[in-house]
């Protein structure tokens, strides 16, 4: 593989001799995206096969909201009526040791591709988080923080065998414990999160952050199961992000990470998913955030 030399790249350039890369490396088949400007490319397809594309140390944050094989026929709660946990073919189990067989390919491949002051935010609930926790350490990253992402507004517990799930976590880390990770801390003490009624104003932010889940009207264009709450991305982003960083997502769903990154703003942005409904939807939501003209810098 060429070597590749990002820092030396204006970022425009950048993008597309990464599109290139994904269209011929290795080349069986073409694949070129699906959605395409200066700073965006959708990806409609497998993330193990885009990722095995890319060349090595050319990503700044990853954000992964991987499936949480928990997709078994059961039951939950919303806006007071039973309806099913199940959301969709790509979240059903393969079985324990598959299904940690597959996190481990898209993490190893995640480190490859990131920078080495790059990190790794991965999304999960208690049915993939410690399988993909412990992967983590098994490939030498050094975790930076577990957040718990609180969500004030949760599904009550129509069983009432357990406590109510009211919260996920999110682990974020880096390649080696010396490696220099952007944190932009000020941001964080400084910045405004009305949203979140456990921030105090102008204190550290913390490793709990009450964020509601995803309002009506940024489900506007439908809705994917697992969305999460565009303050949730936009506070990763901003945190751990500086101007023209690449940002990929293996698991783009309806686009959250990519519509976060053109909030904050001068972020290029790789997102991919194997279901075509979810990239029309990211879509869709990137165009009515562009006419809406949303996308100016917020720093
Ligand atoms: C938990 S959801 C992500 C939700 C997203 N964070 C959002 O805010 O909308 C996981 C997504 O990964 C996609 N997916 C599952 N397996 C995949 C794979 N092997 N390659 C690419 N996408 C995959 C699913 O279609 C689903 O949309």
Not at 251 to 259: A, L, P, Q, R, W
Request: contains cysteine; charged residues 25%; aromatic residues 10%.
């Amino acid at each position: 593989m060429k070597e590749y030399k990002i820092e030396e790249q204006e970022p425009h350039a950048v993008m597309e001799q990464l599109i290139s890369y994904i269209s011929a490396n290795k080349v069986q088949r073409s694949i070129k995206p699906i959605y395409k400007t200066a700073e965006t490319a959708l990806y409609n397809d497998d993330c193990l096969e885009i990722m095995s594309r890319l060349p090595d140390n050319c990503v700044d944050m990853i954000f992964a909201d991987p499936p949480y094989n928990l997709s078994n026929g059961g039951i939950t709660c919303q806006a007071g009526k039973m309806v099913s946990v199940d959301k969709g073919k790509w979240d059903r189990s393969n079985g324990f040791e598959q299904d940690v067989a597959f996190h481990e390919k898209w993490i190893s491949e995640s480190r490859r591709i990131l920078k080495p002051d790059g990190t790794i935010w991965i999304s999960g609930t208690n049915h993939s988080i410690y399988q993909c926790g412990f992967l983590l350490q098994r490939l030498n990253f050094h975790i930076l923080n577990d957040i718990s992402w609180f969500k004030p507004n949760a599904a009550p517990n129509l069983a009432r065998t357990t406590f109510a799930h009211s919260h996920e976590t999110l682990l974020w880390a880096k390649k080696d414990k010396k490696a220099k990770h952007i944190f932009n801390y000020e941001k964080m003490k400084n910045g405004v999160f009305k949203e979140d009624k456990m921030k105090m104003p102008n204190k550290q932010m913390r490793s709990v952050w009450s964020i509601p889940t995803p309002s009506p009207d940024e489900k506007t264009f439908g809705k994917h199961p697992t969305q999460k709450p565009l303050a949730l991305l936009k506070r990763i982003v901003l945190s751990s992000t500086n101007e023209n960083c690449l940002i990929l997502d293996p698991f783009n769903g309806g686009g959250t990470t990519g519509i976060a990154a053109k909030i904050i703003g001068n972020r290029r942005y790789i997102g991919i998913d194997v279901e075509k409904e979810y990239i029309d939807l990211t879509i869709n939501r990137l165009r009515k955030f562009h006419d809406q003209n949303i996308f100016k810098p917020v720093e």
